[in-house]
């Protein structure tokens, strides 16, 4: 049988190293199926995240030859096997352990943007009305899995590290699906200019390139959404304006 | 003294997938103190897998459509042993709980006139699931996701739990180990809610998620709860086959609802040919007038490839033992053919199941749009589990609630699709609203130390022996390997006694291995160890599910058997529990059905 060599991230916050396990590989095999075949056989506690093995559960990123991509769904047969299949753990984040990073950062940024607040309702039933060409765009921002690949990737939190004063990509894809919710209320672009750091985005697209749900992430979300910003603080008529119609 | 922290709550829910968190917001919102524990982390739970839908009467696409239909489909497609109050409050609260989820902010697809779309679903009279493509789980999660985490929720991820603590027989806390450094935890609370999801991972072919292992029923099962209707796994007839690695993934049933057909390698569509009695009246008996339906024609009859879950797997089964399955083992599922109707068939199937399309060209490479596909059944998902009353949640053990797949009732012998995460919304609601009374009315029970000193000794077992090193130390991952083949070939889609007996025989056998395994290296986030842990309950459910599958020498729903092919009336009238005895081995009686009011026979009667 054909065998391919991976070459794994083993260690924790006090340091590890790269290790090379050469196991079989068969048709249609992805990367994970590669980790748990070598967790059961040679490396038992080779510390990896998974949940559904089908690219819904966004738990199981990775780096893979050095590109942020998720492990159920990067398939073997697109991945030069002739040498090492490099696997390593999301950069942006602190390790746990071997692929293991705790992204509970990621957690505490969403609680500190303003929830969902509807207009009043519509009809005396309690609902509203929508049509479905009003809410193509935010249905493509609530395809988000967080992975948070887009966060790994993003130089101002992977280099820069400026974890304190800038949410990263996949906050803007959620403020922006709530400021652009046709029901929404609530004001945001205050903080998305100050705490949230929305100007340190310098709109490279890196976060988009590697969205494995194919989110237009800077030209949809983050550009519309530094646009908003912009209106709101110069052009508070505007505002007032759009807050109106949404009818607050 | 085992070292470990303690965290104390009015509520403890265990699980984060729709039922826990439903149940977790809702206990909040009474003011309460809740904590959410779950063994993955938050939104990544089996519930955002969920593809095709939500089931409520809401009647925005067909009109004739209300609660007293929604009800009697359920009640037929559980072939009648469904506990009718929950069958009841299921179909009578759905609309509103969805309703609740746009108030919450979640974006479901639209009517032209702007309501919520819903589709056509197997064994559901009128369209009826209120959906977002093909990803309806992922914003129903992140609804509640999103709207629970600004409600003061204190939430624990993973931490799993392994035993739940109690005084007498109330249950007064639980037990466990958080996996990021590996310690022990000790939840203090007044009411606990267990919502920890199914069991599809017993099985080797599954589209289920790494969690679900069974551990609320086994947690429930071995604190002296009861299991009712253990025997009903659903096999759902339509996963990925090719290629291996990928085998068991879901195809949504969403896929038929569009108009995708089944036919086998004679290019028959071979569903056309074995209609069942009670479903022949519904049943479209051509080609074109299936077709009609699925786009929304309100006077033609469903198609036969939308017949319930059971018998669709059975039917697919059949073609494959008989020779006319596909190459790798499966029958061909073909929405591409719709481009002879629709001139825009290529972007109508994307724009409908988009991530359809996307699974099969990056797993399979196979453009949906432009060939058939290969499908086979797989293990889904579980109609039994804690038996619980059926308004307030409660199990048999004060203080234990459970909603969710985790529970049983509502779906009898086989669940409809699109009932799940109604059943999620609806139940986890009432299991929150009632934990919380419960929390109110009771004071903070007594902890036994003696219990939480026996699962900590328990717990690190595996280390013990895997730092001795003995080359006889078992591997927990070929354990759960060799119990996942077994149980697919002993007691899968079809069983019979002799092999069901065997089971029983290898189960037994496997829990003296289990005793055995090493877990090597440290406690820090350990999979080894984690596997050995999951062990416990994956034997528990398996052997539950025997037993009560041996109990019921009949075949109904997701229950077949080959020794006893026919349906038996004596036996529709009777759940099958089990329990832990007092000597520790499973216990199993019959019970009658609870009496049906009289209203609610004559629904069943005019819709039949
Ligand atoms: C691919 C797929 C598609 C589906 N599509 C649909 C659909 O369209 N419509 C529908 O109605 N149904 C559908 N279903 C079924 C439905 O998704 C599930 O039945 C439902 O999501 C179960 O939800 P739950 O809240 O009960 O549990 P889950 O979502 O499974 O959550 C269980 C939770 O419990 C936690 N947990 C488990 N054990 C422990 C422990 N020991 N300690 C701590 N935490 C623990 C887990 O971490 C998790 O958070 C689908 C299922 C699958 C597999
Ligand atoms: S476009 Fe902006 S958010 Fe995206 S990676 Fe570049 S800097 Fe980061
Ligand atoms: S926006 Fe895309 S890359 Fe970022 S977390 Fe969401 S799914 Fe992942
Ligand atoms: S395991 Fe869920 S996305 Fe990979």
Redesign the pocket.
Known sequence: MKTATFRIWRGNSEGGLLRDYTTEVSEGMVVLDAVHQIQSKQAPDLACRWNCKAGKC?SCSAEINGAPRLMCMTRLNDLPLDKPVTIEPMKAFPLIRDLVTNVSWNYEVKKRIKKFKPRRPDVSDGTWRMLQPDIDRVQEFRK????????DVCHVLRDHRKHDEFIG??FF?HAAGLEMHPLDTEERSQELRTSFGIGYCNITKC?TN????E?K?TDNAIIPLKERVVDDAYDPIRKLIRRFTNGD | MADYQTFEHDVLVIGSGGAGLRAAIEASATGVSVGLVCKCLLGKAHTVMAEGGIAAALANVDDRDNWKVHFADTMRGGQYVNNWRMAELHAREAPARVRELEAWGAVFDRTPDGRILQRNFGGHKYPRLAHVGDRTGLEMLRTLQDHGVHQGIDVHMECTILTLLKEGDRVVGAFGYEREKGTFRVYRAKAVVLATGGIGRAFKITSNSWDCTGDGHSLAYHAGAELIDMEFVQFHPTGMVWPPSVCGILVTEGVRGEGGVLRNSEGKRFMFGDIPENYRSQTADNEEEGWRYTQGDRDARRPPELLTRDHVARCIVREIKEGRGSPHGGVFLDISWIRKKLSNASEHIKRKLPSMYHQFKQLANIDITAEAMEVGPTTHYIMGGIRVDADTQMSRLPGLFAAGECAAGINGANRLGGNSLSDLLVFGKRAGEYAAQFSRENKTGVVNPGQIEETVSEALESFNRGSKGSAADGNPYEIQYELQRFMQDLVGIVRKETEMTEAIDRITELWIRSKSVAAHGNRQYNPAWHTALDLRSLLTVSEAITVSALNRKESRGGHYRDDYPQKDPALGKLNVVVWKGRDGTIQVRHEPLPEMPDELKGIIEEMK
């Open positions: 966004g988000c899995i967080e992975c948070f690949l887009c966060q990509p996949r894809v976060c590697v969205c494995p749900e989110i992430i």
